[in-house]
């Protein structure tokens, strides 16, 4: 197993210890038990090396064909520590994401961490959904392009512990002006509509923006 995989598996345990811990009432000792290990494990962690997100030089064209293949479920790893998409992330989303055709789908299980009004999960996580996926749009249409405005009307509820899925497309583009739409949906119910518009930018000027490593 390569250290990528195990990272996530341990960030797949921490968000679940997370969700639990949130979603469980806990005695006075069994915190107590619980504050003990977490010192331990912070103390381990804290001993390792710093660790800066960056990209390899190269890495381009993997950040433009982040999804190839239609009907595949796999994470988005060009950054794995994404919060919504990345698998190496514990306070993240921890999303899947496939294509189906020009359409860009990511469905996830917002647990019990993720809650804003009792039994339904925070707008913002829902809104962060729509535009990791919307940013998945670019991939399948060769671009690089940052968000300028999001609008989000919210039409139902967001369960927590239930899938639900967002699905984005390319609506229009105008030059630089890239528009995408969003629906979010849980058991084929519409839970929220979204409008974007995106601005592409030139990807030698992006990369200058960012570390990369040799």
């Given amino acids: 197993m390569i250290n990528e995989d195990r990272r996530v598996r341990a960030a797949t345990q921490l968000r679940e210890l997370g969700h639990e811990f949130v979603s469980r009432e806990l005695s006075d000792e069994q915190l107590e038990v619980i504050e003990g290990h977490i010192t331990q ?9 710093p660790r800066e997100r960056v990209l390899a030089k190269g890495s381009l064209a993997q950040f433009k064909m982040a999804i190839p293949e239609e009907g595949r479920h796999e994470r988005h790893q060009l950054f794995s520590d994404s919060i919504v998409s990345g698998g190496a992330n514990p306070m993240g989303l921890g999303g899947y994401l496939w294509r189906e055709k020009d359409v860009a789908v990511m469905e996830v299980t917002l647990g019990k961490a993720f809650e804003g009004a009792p039994g339904r999960a925070h707008g913002g996580i829902v809104a962060a959904l729509i535009d990791e996926t919307m940013g ?3 991939a399948i249409n060769d671009e690089l392009a940052f968000t300028v405005q999001l609008d989000i009307t919210y039409i139902a509820p967001t369960p927590i512990n239930e899938p639900i899925t967002a699905r984005a497309w390319l609506e229009k583009r105008d030059g630089r002006k890239l528009s995408i739409a969003t629906k979010v949906e849980a058991h084929s119910v519409l839970i929220a509509e979204a409008k974007a518009l995106f601005i592409s930018v030139d990807p030698e000027k992006f990369l200058d923006q960012l570390s990369v490593a040799p």
Avoid: F, N, Y
């Fill in 41 to 49: 494990l912070l103390e381990l962690v804290s001993a390792g090396r």
């Fill in 136 to 138: 998945l749009v670019l």
